[in-house]
C-alpha cells in the first residue's frame, strides 16, 4: 500500500547518488547518521558510513573512524552516540549526563552505552580499499591501523571485562540501544520487568515530529523503559561494575557475541601483519573461540536458532528474529546445525517468502505472528543487516551466498532514497531518508 518511488536507479547513477548522501550528510567534523532524524554519530553507524567513504576518500573514511575513537571513554568503552552540537535529537547530551562519569572522555559529550563492536571489521575494509587505491592512501590507511590497534583491543577487552557476566558467556548489553536493534521482539520479554520510576523526568520526543508516521517508530511504553535505564545508569554514575549488577535491564546478546568473535578474529589478523603483541593476540583469540562457543551454545534443539538469554531472569529468550541467524555469521556451530540454518534462512520464512520485493533477510520472519512490515525493528528490511550477513558470508567463501545478498541489497535500495528500513513486500521506504549507513553499504555493494 506504501509510496515507493516508481524509479529504479541503475548502478552508476546508484552510486553517484548515495555518494551525495554521504557528502550531504558531511558536517565537516562528522557524518551525521541521517540529516534531520539522526543529526549526530552514532558507533556502528560510522562504521559503516566509513566503509562506504574509502570507496570515496580514504583519509575521510580514517577521519571519521579516529573521530569516534577520540571519544573512547578511559576505560575503553566506544560510546554509542557522539554528540555534535545539533539539538534536533532526544535524549540528547544534557539527559544522559555523562560529563560527570569518571570514565568519560574529557572534550567530548557522548552518551554512556554502547553499539555493537563491528569496527575492526570497518578498519580492516578501508585498508583493503586503501591497498587497491593509490600509494599514498595505502600508506595513509597503514599508518591509521597501526594508532588505532590498541584502541581496537582496548574496545574489545573492556566488552570481556565488564559485559561478560553469567555463565552462558555472551556479551551482554545493559539497554536495548546497545544491540542496535531497539525495539526488536528479542527484547519484548525482559522489558516487560523493566518498571520506570516515579522518578523519571518529564521528557518530549523529537523522533516521532521527524518520522511522519510515528508508527513506524518504537511506542511511548517503550520510551518511557528506554528512559528510565539511562535514569539507572546516571544515578550509578556510570560505572559499569554497578549497572551490570543492578540494572533491571540485562541480556547476554547473541547477535553481538556473534560480531565479537568475528571483529576478534579480524584483530588478530591485522595485529599479526602489523607486528602486535603476542599476549595481545593470544587474548583475542581467546575471547574469539569463547564468544564463538556461546554462540553455538545458544542454539535450541529443535529449530537450531541461536538465542538471547535474559541474565537477570536467568532464562533464554526464544523469540525468533534475523539474529536467531547469528552462527552463519561467525561460525562454530555443529554442521547440522549451520545447514538446518541455512535452509531455515532460505525458505519461505525467510529470504524465500514469495512476497519480498527483494529476497534477504526482514528483522523478522513474515510468518511470525506478530511482525509488523513497517515497524522498524520488528519485520522490516534494514540494509546494513543485510551487508553484514553478505559480508560474513564472502569471509566463509560462500561467494554464491554472498552473491545474493549484494543483488537482493541493491534491489532493496534501487528507488534511490536510502530509507533506513524498507517494507519488505512493497519495497517503501521507512523511518528516515538519506540514511548515511544505508548510502555507504549501496556504495560498498556497487564499487
Ligand atoms: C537509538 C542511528 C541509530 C542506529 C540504531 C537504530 C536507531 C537510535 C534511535 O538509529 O537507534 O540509538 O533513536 O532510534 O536502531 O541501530 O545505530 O542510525
Redesign the pocket.
Known amino acids: 500500500s506504501g509510496d515507493r518511488p516508481p524509479v529504479r536507479y541503475s548502478e552508476p547513477t546508484l552510486a553517484a547518488r548515495a555518494a551525495r548522501v554521504l557528502r550531504d550528510n558531511d558536517t565537516g567534523a562528522v557524518i551525521t547518521?541521517?540529516p534531520k532524524l539522526?543529526p549526530h554519530m552514532?558507533s556502528?553507524?560510522a562504521a559503516f558510513i566509513s566503509i562506504g567513504l574509502a570507496r570515496l576518500d580514504v583519509r575521510r573514511a580514517i577521519t571519521e573512524l579516529e573521530t569516534l575513537f577520540r571519544a573512547q571513554w578511559r576505560n575503553g568503552m566506544v560510546p554509542?552516540i557522539v554528540f555534535t552540537e545539533a539539538d534536533a535529537y532526544f535524549p540528547g547530551p544534557d539527559r544522559w549526563g555523562t560529563e560527570n562519569a569518571q570514565d568519560g572522555p574529557s572534550n567530548v559529550r557522548t552518551s554512556g552505552i554502547c553499539?555493537p563492536p563491528v569496527h575492526a571489521i570497518a578498519v580492516q575494509r578501508v585498508l583493503e580499499i586503501a591497498r587497491r587505491s593509490s600509494p599514498n592512501e595505502r600508506a595513509d590507511a597503514e599508518r591509521f591501523v597501526r594508532g588505532i590497534w590498541p584502541k581496537l583491543y582496548a574496545w574489545h577487552r573492556w566488552l570481556v571485562e565488564y559485559r561478560t557476566p553469567g555463565s552462558a558467556g555472551l556479551v551482554a548489553i545493559v539497554h536495548g540501544?546497545e544491540s542496535?536493534?531497539?525495539n526488536s521482539p528479542r527484547w519484548d520479554v525482559p522489558y516487560d520487568a523493566v518498571h520506570p520510576g516515579a522518578g523519571l523526568p518529564p521528557y518530549v520526543r523529537k523522533?516521532v515530529r521527524v518520522v511522519g508516521d510515528p508508527s513506524e517508530r518504537p511506542t511511548d511504553r517503550e520510551y518511557d523503559r528506554y528512559l528510565w535505564l539511562i535514569e539507572e545508569m546516571r544515578r550509578a554514575g556510570y560505572d559499569q561494575r554497578t549497572i551490570v549488577e543492578n540494572s533491571s535491564f540485562l541480556v547476554g546478546d547473541v547477535f553481538i557475541t556473534a560480531l565479537f568473535a568475528v571483529s576478534c578474529d579480524v584483530l588478530v589478523e591485522l595485529g599479526k601483519e602489523f607486528g602486535q603483541s603476542g599476549e595481545q593476540l593470544r587474548d583475542l583469540a581467546e575471547w574469539a573461540a569463547n564468544a564463538r562457543q556461546a554462540v553455538a551454545g545458544s542454539c535450541h534443539s529443535v529449530s537450531g536458532m541461536a538465542r538471547d538469554r535474559d541474565l537477570r531472569a536467568s532464562r533464554w529468550l526464544d523469540t525468533q528474529t534475523i539474529a536467531g541467524f547469528s552462527p552463519l555469521l561467525c561460525g562454530g556451530a555443529p554442521d547440522d546445525v549451520q545447514l538446518q540454518l541455512l535452509s531455515l534462512l532460505d525458505s519461505d520464512r525467510w529470504c524465500g517468502h514469495p512476497d519480498l520485493l527483494a529476497p534477504v533477510p526482514p528483522s523478522v520472519s513474515p510468518m511470525r505472528p506478530g511482525f509488523n512490515p513497517r515497524q522498524y525493528w520488528r519485520g522490516p528490511q534494514w540494509p546494513v543487516v543485510v551487508w553484514l550477513f553478505g559480508w560474513a558470508f564472502e569471509r566463509r567463501g560462500w561467494h554464491e551466498r554472498a552473491r545474493r545478498m549484494r543483488d537482493g541489497g541493491i534491489r532493496l535500495t534501487d528507488d534511490g532514497s536510502f530509507g533506513e528500513y524498507y517494507q519488505p513486500f512493497t519495497g517503501e521506504p521507512l523511518g528516515s531518508t538519506e540514511q548515511s549507513?544505508t548510502a555507504a553499504v549501496v556504495l560498498d555493494w556497487l564499487c
Open positions: 547518521a541521517a539522526y552514532w556502528w553507524d554509542h553499539q540501544w542496535g536493534m531497539d523522533d549507513w
